[in-house]
């Protein structure tokens, strides 16, 4: 089971960055996805999910209406699209999956079980 995560760089205010999140060794089918991100001296933060029985996602206040997590079952993949970005978004960003009973939205990050290496993301002028 491998996460590997990759799509992070540096953007200016106002920009976007797509990124995404492949998936080897299972299939995403059947898993919640989820993007997580931490900034050094401060606790990790959910952005985003999607749980796998309905689709439904959950976003973060800090980043709702600006990103943007969706999934490809057929390629295995999943992506955050991030819009608009400010420099309080600069973060080590994280993927994840996990078997879900319930909507992701009600799980934290120590129930994730699979993580990927993680991407940087800076946003600066």
């Known amino acids: 089971v491998q996460l590997q995560a990759s799509g992070g760089g540096l953007v200016q205010p106002g920009g976007s960055l797509r990124l995404s999140c492949a998936a080897s060794?299972?299939?995403?089918?059947?898993?919640?996805i989820a993007w997580f991100r931490q900034v050094p001296g401060k606790e990790r933060e959910k952005v985003s999910c999607m749980s796998s029985h309905d689709g439904s996602t959950s976003y973060s206040e800090s980043v709702k209406g600006r990103f943007t997590i969706s999934r490809d079952n057929a390629k295995n993949m999943m992506y955050l699209q991030m819009n608009n970005l400010k420099p309080e978004d600069t973060a080590v960003y994280y993927c994840?999956?996990?078997?879900?009973?319930?909507?992701?939205?009600?799980?934290?990050?120590?129930?994730?079980?699979?993580w990927g290496q993680g991407t940087q993301v800076t946003v600066s002028s």
């Open positions: 060794g299972f299939s995403l089918l059947g898993y919640a």
């Open positions: 994840a999956t996990e078997r879900l009973a319930l909507s992701c939205g009600l799980y934290s990050d120590y129930e994730f079980g699979s």
